[in-house]
């Protein structure tokens, strides 16, 4: 059955619901995977969605900080969480469509401004993550699965506007590219975005800090979609929604999407 996935960081699903119901009435995924919702599950504006057609949520909360969310046209059933790195946070949830497809939506930690473990203690937290991420897709190899997210890490040199420039910048360290690299072996995962685009400047983020981001255009591909080896075949239609970072008060990322015909 084919299906459109999106993935999005929204930086406060509650602040930011109008954006949602602009995003799901504009495009319509059939699925939409949030991250940084900044809410308990019991705060966030389902009905909302619901009303929408997106009367199928999975979802983990946490006040004011993390958070994440599937919210779907599709029936789908829980399909656990995970807490990389034991920090207590709600980064990770799974659900399992009627065809045996699972998703899992995972907000990797940013890890600070400063890329050393041994002075920055986020920034080991966000190693740890994605090394227990790596451990766990190799001890559970996934079949018929879909990735997404806020990962917080551009791999490529084109994945940001200056690899040279950033490549002492949290994000784009090489040791953060290697684990990435590793998590994604790991589970034998296709970059589906890349593998429809593979070639070319390709952003998902801009600063806040940036007085025009879309002149400045100084931007890090920091959110992904990944399949299975298996069915990776099957995704096609990838796109990131520039447009959407510049609608009013904005997330500082944008929507990622990618089609899947099983």
């Not at 041994?118 to 190899?141: H, P, T």
């Not at 801009?206 to 920091?222: I, N, P, Q």
């Amino acid at each position: 059955m084919p299906f459109t996935l999106a993935t999005w960081n929204i930086n406060s699903i509650r602040l930011r619901e109008g954006l949602v119901k602009r995003l799901l009435t504009e495009e319509a995924p059939d699925i939409l995977c949030l991250q940084e919702c900044k809410s308990p599950v019991e705060k966030m504006p389902l009905a909302t969605f619901r009303d929408l057609g997106y009367g199928h949520v999975v979802a983990r909360g946490q006040k004011g900080y993390n958070g994440v969310a599937i919210l779907s046209k599709l029936p789908l059933e829980d399909a656990g969480e995970m807490d990389f790195a034991g920090l207590g946070h709600a980064r990770h949830v799974a659900a399992r469509l009627e065809s045996g497809v699972t998703i899992h939506n995972v907000y990797v930690p940013a890890g600070g401004d400063v890329p050393d473990r041994a002075v920055n203690e986020k920034f080991g937290q966000k190693l740890d993550y994605v090394a227990e991420m790596r451990d766990w897709f190799r001890d559970n190899r996934p079949d018929r699965a879909i990735l997404v997210g806020d990962l917080n890490i551009a791999p490529r040199e084109d994945d940001v506007w200056s690899h040279r420039q950033l490549l002492k910048v949290v994000s784009h360290t090489p040791v953060e590219v290697d684990h990435l690299g590793q998590a994604q072996e790991a589970g034998g995962w296709v970059d589906v975005t890349r593998a429809d685009i593979p070639e070319g400047k390709l952003y998902s983020w801009w600063s806040y800090r940036a007085r025009d981001w879309d002149a400045a255009d100084k931007g890090r591909r920091l959110d992904h979609v990944w399949a299975s080896s298996d069915i990776a075949g099957a995704a096609h239609g990838s796109r990131i929604l520039r447009a959407v970072r510049g609608w009013e008060q904005p997330s500082d990322h944008a929507p990622v999407l990618a089609s899947f015909d099983l």
